[in-house]
């Protein structure tokens, strides 16, 4: 079981970029799914999370009104829309899979690969 994230690249300041998160098995029923982001030097951090099941979402407070997590059950696939980019969120993204409803990176058990979004001033 996997999780594969993509949809990273380099975007002016503004710009838009999505990012996906795709589950190689049907893993995501009855979970939550986050995305957290780490920048060089720098702790990860939490960006947004899913409840899968009742399609609730919470956004750290950096992100909120730019960025949307959604999810894709046909596809078994989370979404982060981030749009307004600023040069602040260049960072590696994370996706995962969590145990509970929790921003914090210790309660997700399953991660993907990680994909680099540089964001130009």
């Known amino acids: 079981v996997q999780l594969q994230a993509c949809g990273g690249g380099l975007v002016q300041a503004g710009g838009s970029l999505r990012l996906s998160c795709a589950a190689s098995?049907?893993?995501?029923?009855?979970?939550?799914v986050g995305w957290f982001r780490q920048a060089p030097g720098k702790e990860r951090d939490f960006v947004a999370i899913?409840?899968?099941?009742?399609?609730?979402?919470k956004y750290a407070d950096s992100v909120k009104g730019r960025f949307t997590i959604y999810r894709d059950s046909a596809k078994n696939t989370v979404y982060l829309q981030m749009n307004s980019l600023k040069p602040e969120d260049a960072a590696v993204y994370y996706c995962a899979k969590g145990v509970q409803w929790s921003t914090s990176t210790r309660d997700y058990n399953l991660w993907g690969q990680g994909t680099l979004v540089t964001v130009s001033s």
């Open positions: 098995g049907r893993i995501f029923s009855s979970s939550v």
């Open positions: 899913v409840r899968w099941s009742r399609d609730s979402t």
